[in-house]
């Protein structure tokens, strides 16, 4: 695994720095490995530009994601092609992404669950998810089915505006007794979406997802949920606030998605409503940049270096240099904020928004992911003798995750090709080392 971010000084990564003597007693010993595990409706994501009169023609309404019949989703996938509309076609879903990119970014396994059709020919929707998913992601838990997966259709008009319109496949067929219930007790952490959520019929996704959820829970594995678009929210906020409360450990979100489910319009108060229910929060708003909250123990909290920071909350980076901890696990429990503005001020040119919190929310995954690491591997070590849930500061993953990100605002693809670069291409070095 990968060190996540970026440090000054050497810590205590990667583990197998270790005495050259203490090696040769340890020569056979293999590290042990963490993973993280992922549930998603397993779609291609296709990107086109187009005016109001095309979505008025397919009855689509603008900027909400709504799901369309397979004549639909035919007839609209024609006239795209037909009129040659179609900028970009990858692989795509929220938590598909989300584990693509934690696996590019530490370099180690994740898994994803789902469904993924039975027979494959070459430039069908599930070949190019396959090509376009890193090798690093473990598929071989996917359930096979006899048909086609999901497609999403990102329609941009001439304001920006971005409105969804997908095609369910049988993507939403993922069975609970394809849930392999020892491969989630023994991951670092399980991630869904809201989506999940969002099925009808004889579609079985849902249970599939509560039953993963019921394992998480049971063995005391976090379980992190993305909110992923704010129409689902506002539907039935107290349910996704009882939901979030009860079975939820490490929440996701954007500002409006805060906003629907919170009530609050200010992102960290957003953020700050959240912990009433979960132990972590991670909430990216655009250019204000991403502010993180969380939970420390009074005797283990780290007053910031950085100057302290106005807002609906006074103050609030104060104990930002704090690692977060499990609200329980705390003896006085206090909330720990932090907020970073973009990378180098966000970029000259955004080609795609598509994807940007689902890279930040992979980079925290990362740091999550490789304090478990760390623990199986030298458990004795003084970094542990906090019972932290992350290896790093609230500021420094907050920076980390803003740092990823940028790379997918840079790009059309909502999926990193590479790593962070080994060096920066600009003279933005300060960004690591304050």
């Known amino acids: ?31 042990k490995r963490s993973y993280i595990c992922g549930i998603d409706q397993i779609v291609v994501d296709i990107e086109a530009k187009v005016d109001q009169a095309f979505l008025d023609e397919f009855h689509l309404q603008r900027g909400m994601s709504q799901v369309i019949d397979n004549d639909v989703t035919n ?8 009129d040659d509309m179609i900028d970009y076609e990858f692989a795509g879903g929220t938590i598909g992404n989300t584990m693509h990119n934690y696996s590019v970014l530490a370099d180690d396994r994740s898994v994803l669950l789902g469904v993924m059709s039975e027979s494959i020919k070459i430039g069908s929707y599930a070949y190019k998810f396959l090509c376009n998913t890193s090798s690093r992601v473990d598929l071989d838990y996917l359930q096979p089915v006899d ?32 849930i392999c219930q020892t491969l989630i007790e023994e ?86 409503k959240a912990l009433d229910w979960v132990d972590l929060v991670i909430c990216t708003a655009g250019p204000k ?21 106005p807002g609906a909350i006074p103050e609030f980076n104060r ?37 940007a919190g689902d890279c930040a929310l992979a980079a925290v995954l990362h740091d999550i992911c490789a304090n478990e690491y760390h623990k199986l591997n030298v458990p004795n070590s003084a970094k542990h003798e906090q019972s932290a849930i992350t290896y790093s500061s609230l500021a420094q993953i907050s920076k980390y995750a803003n740092r990823a990100s940028y790379e997918v605002l840079v790009q059309h693809s909502p999926r990193l090709s590479r790593g962070l670069p080994e060096r920066e291409d600009s ?5 690591w080392e304050q």
């Not at 007839?75 to 037909?82: I, P």
């Not at 039935?236 to 489910?261: C, Q, R, S, T």
């Open 1 to 31: 695994m990968k060190f996540p971010g970026r440090r000054r000084h050497k810590h205590y990564f990667p583990v197998e720095d270790k005495d050259p003597l203490i090696n040769q007693l340890h020569a056979d010993d293999r590290l």
């Open 75 to 82: 007839a609209l996938y024609d006239r795209l092609k037909r």
């Open 147 to 178: 048909g086609p997966i999901g497609r999403c259709f990102t329609l941009i008009d001439d304001s920006g505006e971005r409105t969804f319109a997908i095609s369910a496949g049988l993507m939403n067929h993922l069975r609970p007794e394809s």
């Open 187 to 272: 991951s670092s952490a399980l991630v869904i979406s809201a989506y999940l959520m969002r099925t009808s019929g004889d579609e079985t996704m849902t249970q599939a997802t509560m039953q993963a959820v019921e394992y998480a829970n049971n063995a005391g594995i976090p379980v992190v949920l993305t909110l992923g678009t704010k129409f689902l929210i506002e539907q039935d906020p107290k349910w996704w606030a009882d939901f979030v409360a009860k079975h939820v450990d490490i929440l996701a979100m954007n500002e409006e998605e805060g906003e629907a489910i919170t009530g609050f319009s200010d992102p960290l108060l957003a953020a700050d």
């Open 289 to 309: 940049g991403l502010f993180m909250a969380g939970y420390v123990d009074d005797c283990c909290k780290r007053v910031t270096e950085y100057p302290l920071l």
């Open 319 to 355: 104990y930002e240099f704090s690692r977060a901890m499990k609200k329980a696990q705390c003896e006085q429990p206090i909330r720990a904020y932090s907020h970073t503005a973009p990378y180098m001020g966000g970029p000259d040119i955004i080609k795609n928004t598509n994807g």
């Open 427 to 431: 003279l933005e070095q300060s960004y």
